[in-house]
């Protein structure tokens, strides 16, 4: 369960993939043999609406289908 009461954290994926895809395609225009970044050097779990996750004990059984 996640510890905030934002829906969704699209948003936060969809700027950190895009700052990843232009400095993947910037780093293959001028260096193309280079090792490619890392995502965790644009992304941060922490830093987004929904950081972290939380265990309940005596959670509904509809809270935990998937």
Do not use: N
Request: charged content about 35%; proline content about 6%.
């Amino acid at each position: 369960m996640g510890m905030t009461s934002a829906v969704s954290e699209a948003q936060d994926k969809a700027i950190w993939h895009r700052a990843y895809r232009r400095a993947e395609r910037q780093r293959l225009q001028s260096q193309p043999f280079s090792d490619p970044h890392s995502f965790r050097e644009f992304s941060d779990p922490w830093g987004m609406d929904k950081d972290g996750k939380q265990y309940c004990e005596k959670m509904p059984a509809r809270w935990m289908r998937k």
